[in-house]
């Protein structure tokens, strides 16, 4: 079996059969280029997995990026997208040979994937039912059965529940085992995988460093939960009362009350599919479903007299659904400004003291002098600043942060949140509630839980 050589900065990068190397570097270093530029020479031999905006800044078109971030977004349950025909783009009207050998060879591996990566609770359900951490398990498995000899997984466990993270590591000791060459690119030390044999280190799309290594020991930090009493002596700004939501015929949240008062910061908590982003879009009012739910917002209940955007201007969200379809023609000013809304829903032209609350968040977190690029050119993580700096603008009453810091490097999102914590210490009226899976994802100041997928803490 042949070598797989892409070339770096004008050095030779080569991945040898069985090999399996973690890439590591700081942001704009080019862990997601590389990845894609392997897949792209060697196509019948190494399977991509990358997730969201990142695939354009990695040269790909936007329409295989959303393809990536998606699974498709259509009707079409788990088990149809991870048919023979589906996973490798055979037409149902194409006649070919009966091929058993290779249906035979992926019934095993689709047996295997099946239980590696616990696909069994979402086999029958849409595609578009499931959450990010769902869609990610789905698209691995999906390039497994695509039974190359390589596989380029690129920052496969962000979004991942702990419990998720711990069954993908083990899952890449056992493709390792059956000698597949692997190729993950990470953003977290904490992150690269036991099987580990080599790594190679960039910088500014040049290779640092590269070579046998041995994987650290260090693993994520569980979350620390707190309990602490409401603060009843302020407004409410939220009030859900015996809350069900259905997902084929399974109740997310099994009749929760939750009482959130002006100026609390609340972190929500879960396993992948436990409902924590379902329940903001019902928050925010994206879902029908608002309606039909008991949810008061700032002492209101959507409907007659309470149009939603009499509410829903007095909100902001940052969420990995709104990154991946942020129109990537867009310039980064456009993109901060487009959250400006009126009670009407009808978009605002940004006052002078936006524009200057603008340019100060542009410039502490780096975007200034990039103002003007276009969106799908920047990295996931710096895109995913510039609409922190959208949800921010408005100076919103309630800020829902939906894994804020997913796709961040480490400088990048320790300034972020540095920047978070002053504002929060600045603005003690905001209401707050983040979704995160590990505890260097929170702002400082969260000190309130809530625990989805279980009793409610």
Same mark, same amino acid.
């Given at each position: ?44 031999? =190494? ?30 349950? =788990? ?15 194409? @006649?070919?040979?009966?091929?058993? &050998? ?31 951490? &769902? ?18 997984? /690129? ?14 590591? /083990? ?30 280190? %960039? ?63 609340? !972190? ?10 379902? !329940?903001?879009? $019902? ?12 949810? &008061? #917002? ?19 969200? @940052? ?23 009126? #009670? ?16 100060? $968040? ?7 002098? #990039? ?18 700096? #959208? ?7 309630? %800020? $829902?942060?939906?894994? %804020? ?19 929060? /210490? ?32």
């Amino acid at each position: 079996m042949n070598t797989w050589t892409v070339e770096i900065g004008g050095v030779a990068w080569t991945v040898a059969p069985g090999e399996r190397w973690v890439v590591t570097g700081p942001a704009a270093s080019g862990k997601t280029w590389v990845s894609a530029q392997l897949a792209r020479r060697y196509p019948d031999d =190494v399977a991509l997995v990358t997730f969201g905006g990142q695939a354009a800044a990695a040269g790909t078109d936007w329409a295989g990026a959303r393809w990536y971030a998606s699974v498709g977004y259509d009707s079409r349950t =788990v088990a149809e997208t991870l048919t023979y025909e589906a996973v490798n783009g055979i037409s149902p009207f194409e @006649v070919r040979d009966p091929e058993p &050998e290779a249906r035979e060879a992926f019934a095993k591996a689709f047996d295997w994937a099946r239980e590696a990566l616990l696909l069994d609770p979402l086999l029958e359900r849409q595609t578009l039912q499931l959450s990010n951490g &769902e869609q990610r398990r789905v698209m691995l498995a999906r390039a497994i059965l695509r039974l190359t000899p390589a596989l380029a997984l /690129d920052d496969p466990f962000a979004g991942l529940d702990p419990a998720m993270q711990r069954t993908l590591r /083990d899952a890449l000791d056992a493709l390792a085992a059956q000698g597949r060459t692997l190729v993950v690119t990470v953003r977290n030390e904490d992150e690269i995988p036991p099987c580990t044999t080599h790594r190679l280190r %960039l910088r500014d799309r040049a290779i640092e460093s590269q070579g046998p290594c041995r994987p650290p020991k260090a693993r994520p930090r569980e979350m620390a939960f707190r309990k602490n009493p409401p603060s009843l002596d302020t407004p409410t700004a939220l009030r859900l009362r015996d809350l069900h939501y259905q997902v084929d015929g399974r109740d997310l949240f099994g009749g929760l009350d939750w009482e959130v008062h002006a100026g609390e910061r609340w !972190l929500m908590v879960g396993p992948n599919g436990s409902g924590k982003s379902t !329940l903001l879009s $019902l928050i925010l009012g994206d879902s029908p479903m608002a309606y039909a739910c008991d949810i &008061e #917002r700032f002492g209101a209940r959507l409907g007659p007299g309470v149009p939603l955007w009499s509410v829903r201007s007095r909100m902001a969200l @940052v969420s990995p659904e709104l990154q991946a379809f942020a129109d990537p023609g867009q310039t980064v000013e456009a993109a901060v400004f487009s959250g400006l809304f009126d #009670r009407e829903g009808q978009r605002k032209r940004p006052t002078p003291a936006q524009r200057k609350t603008a340019a100060a $968040l542009l410039n502490a977190l780096g975007l200034y002098e #990039r103002r003007k690029e276009r969106l799908g050119t920047l990295s996931d993580g710096l895109a995913r600043l510039a609409l922190v700096i #959208r949800a921010l603008v408005p100076a919103p009453d309630l %800020l $829902l942060l939906d894994e %804020l810091c997913m796709n961040l490097e480490d400088a990048e999102r320790d300034r972020l949140l540095r920047l978070l914590g002053r504002l929060l /210490d600045e603005t003690p009226a905001l209401t707050v509630v983040c979704v995160a899976h590990r505890p260097d994802h929170v702002p400082p100041g969260f000190d309130r839980v809530l625990k989805l997928g279980g009793p409610h803490a």
